[in-house]
């Protein structure tokens, strides 16, 4: 297994999206980017993360592989639609490796329904998802990061399950190019489907319907751009297509936990996406 020293010489600089001295978030082998957004392996210290780290959801699904005293196991997170402390977990681990999958992506491996899945977390053999057996192995095995990546990029590429209609491909890309801002009707039109069949597709395949995925799409641009110090919080509003400040900070709260203003004060308690949206 490798250890966090082996991180500073992993050898493909180009697919790193961030590195730091114990942790590195990378994207995954091409063929596998429109189902899998990015890998992370991080080495938790004592001060590296707060019992209250929080995740944003972003309406994906996400597997998470730990490494403790006591051995590794794993734990899938259906698609997520509410924020989710992870914090007091994480700090339980030596090490994780997590895959976080595109919207859909975890429906293509294993073609399980996802709604069947939203805001849930299982053990990968509840959903006879064997993968998880596999790449804890390719992970126990590694002798450096090049190694263990590259072996479960191979696992992912051929245990790809299902297939996407290029319609609800095409919904997908066009929510997140307008930041979540059209309406199911007008994505309904784009494709020739009625809006109830197109809701049938995201249930099915993405865990939520067409409007909470957008929902959660324009939320995460909000995020996003309140890392921007110089973003004001009506700067961020305006920007991720809010028609007023009230319902900004309704809709931030409900999905997040807190208000725009406390997340800006709290930041390095939350993690949100960084190659989905």
């Not at 297994?1 to 493909?12: C, G």
């Not at 994906?60 to 734990?75: I, P, Q």
């Not at 994780?96 to 294993?110: H, K, N, R």
Request: one cysteine or more; hydrophobic letters at 35%.
């Amino acid at each position: 297994m490798i250890t966090k020293d082996d991180l500073r010489f992993y050898r493909e600089p180009h697919r790193v999206l961030e590195k730091g001295e114990d942790y590195m978030y990378l994207l995954p082998h091409p063929a596998l980017r429109d189902w899998i957004s990015n890998y992370t392996v991080t080495f938790p210290g004592s001060d590296m993360i707060s019992n209250h780290y929080t995740v944003i959801p972003h309406g994906c699904a996400t597997l998470v592989c730990s490494c403790n005293e006591t051995g590794m196991s794993s734990r899938l997170f259906g698609p997520a639609t509410a924020a989710c402390s992870v914090g007091e977990q994480a700090n339980q681990a030596e090490m994780l490796f997590i895959i976080e999958f595109q919207p859909a992506g975890l429906y293509a491996f294993t073609g399980v329904p996802q709604k069947e899945l939203s805001d849930r977390a299982f053990s990968p053999s509840d959903l006879s998802f064997g993968l998880d057996k596999r790449i804890i192995e390719s992970i126990e095995k590694a002798r450096s990061a090049y190694e263990m990546i590259r072996n479960i990029d191979s696992l992912l590429l051929t245990n790809i399950k299902a297939s996407l209609s290029p319609e609800l491909h095409f919904s997908v890309q066009n929510i997140i190019q307008n930041m979540g801002s059209l309406s199911v009707k007008e994505l309904s039109d784009t494709v020739y489907y009625s809006q109830r069949h197109l809701n049938r597709i995201f249930s099915r395949c993405i865990g939520m319907n067409a409007k909470t995925f957008s929902r959660l799409v324009r939320i995460n641009t909000a995020v996003r751009l309140l890392h921007n110090p110089q973003n004001s919080i009506t700067n961020a509003c305006n920007l991720s297509g809010f028609y007023d400040l009230p319902h900004f900070i309704h809709d931030f709260k409900s999905v997040c936990g807190i208000s725009p203003q406390e997340y800006r004060r709290e930041m390095s308690d939350f993690y949100s996406e960084i190659a989905k949206f």
